[in-house]
């Protein structure tokens, strides 16, 4: 059995103590845990699932110690007791790493009536009673309470207990703050009143994005700075979401948070299970080089909020698992120190010792890929957090299109677009970067002439970072297309036409046209481009006796180009991504991959082949590779709980060996033991048998 102790001693209490934080055990006290929750249940619990770090309620909205900070709220059934710092001790007994949860986003009567200026205020200039408990009080999250306040409560504890870091959850704030406060800082350095609303085309809209993350990061700084102050091996941890890094200055993430945690606990409604495995690849587009921890939920993520209930264990391992095949640590979170429900242990247990057996070849290896989706933080900024997911359709549809095409690859983030970063990969695709700067478009333009390769759709490059709309795209010389006008829809009953011979039209056997998009771009292709469809002019969807074509199809609706430098470039000037994400349709998903293959111009690194689905994770070394092959073939794979999980068939992989090496040994590290593979044409190929849940395929080279 893996040892905690054996693989954390090193570093203990050492700047590099997070390196081997690889498997978390999060307890969220509620308030009347110091009477009823028993401390050794979860010491066992840290051994069963062979833990090696610990996240513990500290305080925040409520201590669970006894703070001497004025008008820090102490639970009312904590007494004489410390449980905060008992099982402090006790994880420190075990050799585990420890960090400090905090909670600062409500406060109780007694401070919001001694400090009013520490409560958020609505719009209608009334301050905001806390949406759940109405009880209490949500704080303002850009003033004194966070900025003064907060930063005793961390540095008190950070003094008293022998922690390695304080994370801090609903830090960020909950919407515009109406204060007069806030509403002065904001002008003085914007100019504008508060917006009302969230507005991507307002000025007063965008000027408090940025102000917020401005406020946001200085208090990233400020905390990690108090923390290192006291522990200098310590951090301050900020919770984030998957998208949340375009929120802040990436400078300040960079100097200050030496890893970072994603809260996406589960799927929420109709939500793919490879969306665990996105959340580490959306942070590594930014920090390729920083360890990403995943929170998972013992409980269902839905908008009803059973926070204190239990989900199958095939969901939890799911989401913990096809987070480890792609290189995120593991962190389960359970509310209530009091356990009703105790069905969770096991099957979060053998996830974790599924984590535990991959981790001693995934994390001597990097991530590597032909491919990148850019992540395009620069357009997605433009939306409020609530609205973000219909502007992420586009992203979401190359995703699965992708998965489906059995192709690894990687996320870039549009903010870290250096010829370094870019030129890891073969092919980079935008799925509707609709806002890049002239220096983005300079750098897919560098790129480009390089001999990279770009796939495009939709309003890519049609306005600039400020999301002013240009008179033309700002890739149109990439691309080969002159934009002439739109976009225009919804359109309903829309086709495409296949024109000519060429390889992305090809597999449509028996077809002349395919379902189109619903918004289109009307664009004309170079002179020295192809088009492989065409539009077919739009026609009735109703009555049904009118529902044929009235003319011969024309202007381009897929433009590839040879870059002559020794790349390859598609444009499709319609909503792909987005009308691939809302109807799944098998021919976009053809029309997708046979783009990906043609612009990649060769057979891709790695190829594998069987039936089922799934999502597949490259990592590298000098002394050889290893593939990730998580199983999502399943009748839940859309929408959770998973009942069961369905074994996946043989899969025949084949991998391109380097120049002058040759295979030394093929494993199967889960189901450790070795495997059988040819070699030919400077391939290997390896027969890998049913998978479960989880295999990895470590090639080693000689």
Not at 230 to 256: C, K, Q, T, W, Y
Not at 283 to 289: G, L, N, Q, V
Not at 301 to 317: F, H, I, L, N, P
Not at 488 to 514: C, M, Q, W
Request: net charge negative; glycine share 8%; aromatic share 10%.
């Amino acid at each position: 059995m893996l040892d905690a102790r054996k693989q954390n001693t090193h570093t203990l209490r050492t700047p590099d103590w997070f390196k081997t934080a690889t498997r978390w055990t999060q307890l969220t006290f509620v308030e009347d845990d110091p009477e009823k929750y028993d401390p050794a249940f979860w010491i066992d619990v840290f051994k069963r699932t062979k833990s090696n770090a610990v996240c513990l309620s500290a305080g925040g909205y409520i201590a669970y110690y006894p703070s001497e900070v004025p008008y820090h709220y102490v639970s009312k059934y904590l007494g004489d007791k410390d449980i905060f710092g008992a099982l402090v001790d006790a994880a420190r007994k075990l050799d585990m790493h420890v960090m400090a949860r905090v909670d600062p986003h409500a406060i109780h009567d007694d401070a919001a009536k001694a400090h009013p200026e520490w409560v958020m205020i609505n719009a209608d200039g009334t301050p905001r009673r806390h949406w759940a408990y109405p009880d209490v009080w949500v704080t303002n999250a850009y003033g004194d309470y966070n900025s003064v306040f907060m930063p005793e409560v961390v540095k008190e504890i950070v003094r008293k207990y022998d922690i390695d870091a304080v994370f801090a959850n609903r830090w960020q704030g909950h919407g515009v703050d109406y204060s007069e406060d806030s509403a002065r800082r904001f002008k003085d350095m914007s100019g504008h009143a508060l917006p009302k609303k969230p507005d991507a085309e307002d000025p007063a809209w965008q000027a408090w994005v940025q102000w917020r993350r401005r406020v946001l990061t200085d208090m990233i700084a400020q905390w990690d700075d108090a923390v290192k102050a006291i522990r200098p091996h310590a951090s301050f941890i900020p919770n984030m979401g998957g998208a949340s890094l375009m929120e802040f200055d990436l400078s300040v993430v960079a100097r200050h948070c030496p890893f970072l945690v994603v809260d996406h606990q589960g799927r929420k409604g109709l939500e793919l299970g490879w969306s665990a495995g996105r959340n580490g690849k959306r942070i590594r587009a930014t920090f390729p080089d920083r360890p990403v921890v995943l929170i998972t939920s013992i409980g269902p993520e839905e908008e009803y909020r059973w926070k204190d209930a239990v989900t199958s264990g095939e969901e939890m391992q799911l989401w913990i698992n096809d987070g480890t095949a792609h290189g995120l640590y593991a962190w389960f979170t359970k509310f209530n120190g009091v356990v009703p429900d105790k069905r969770w242990v096991e099957p979060v247990a053998d996830a974790f010792g599924l984590q535990a057996a991959v981790e001693p070849v995934l994390e001597s290896m990097k991530p590597t890929a032909e491919i990148a989706v850019v992540d395009p933080s620069t357009t997605l900024r433009h939306w409020a957090p609530e609205e973000r997911h219909s502007a992420e359709k586009h992203d979401l549809g190359l995703y699965h299109a992708l998965v489906e095409a059995r192709l690894p690859f990687e996320l870039l983030s549009d903010q870290v677009l250096t010829a370094e970063n870019l030129d890891r990969f073969k092919l980079i695709i935008l799925a509707n970067a609709s806002c890049l700067s002239d220096a983005q478009n300079a750098a897919i333009r560098a790129y480009v002439d390089r001999g990279g390769s770009v796939i495009a759709s939709y309003e890519t490059s049609l306005r600039d970072e400020f999301g002013k709309k240009r008179d033309e795209f700002g890739l149109a010389d990439v691309l080969g297309a002159r934009y002439v006008s739109g976009p225009r829809g919804i359109v309903k009953n829309t086709y495409v036409a296949l024109s000519g011979d060429h390889p992305i039209n090809r597999g449509f056997d028996g077809a002349e046209r395919i379902m189109g998009g619903t918004r289109l771009i009307h664009a004309e292709p170079s002179a020295d481009s192809k088009t492989p469809f065409l539009y077919v002019p739009d026609f009735p969807d109703l009555p049904m006796e009118e529902v044929y074509p009235r003319e011969a199809p024309k202007g381009a609706a897929v433009i590839a180009r040879e870059t002559g430098r020794g790349g390859r470039t598609v444009y499709i000037p319609w909503n792909i991504g987005e009308i691939f994400w809302e109807v799944f349709a098998v021919d976009h998903a053809r029309l997708i991959a046979n783009a990906v293959h043609w612009a990649l111009g060769k057979t891709p690194r790695v190829t594998v082949k069987g039936k089922g689905v799934i999502d597949l994770a490259l990592r590298e070394s000098g002394e050889g590779l290893a593939l990730s092959l998580f199983n999502l073939t399943n009748p839940m794979m859309m929408k959770g709980p998973i009942r069961d999980n369905y074994v996946l068939a043989a899969q025949t992989v084949s991998v391109e060996i380097p120049e002058g090496r040759s295979v030394a040994k093929a494993w199967l590290v889960v189901a450790d033991r070795a495997a059988s593979f040819s070699l030919g044409n400077g391939r290997a190929q390896v027969e890998v048998p049913g998978i479960d849940r989880l295999e990895v395929l470590h090639l080693t080279w000689k």
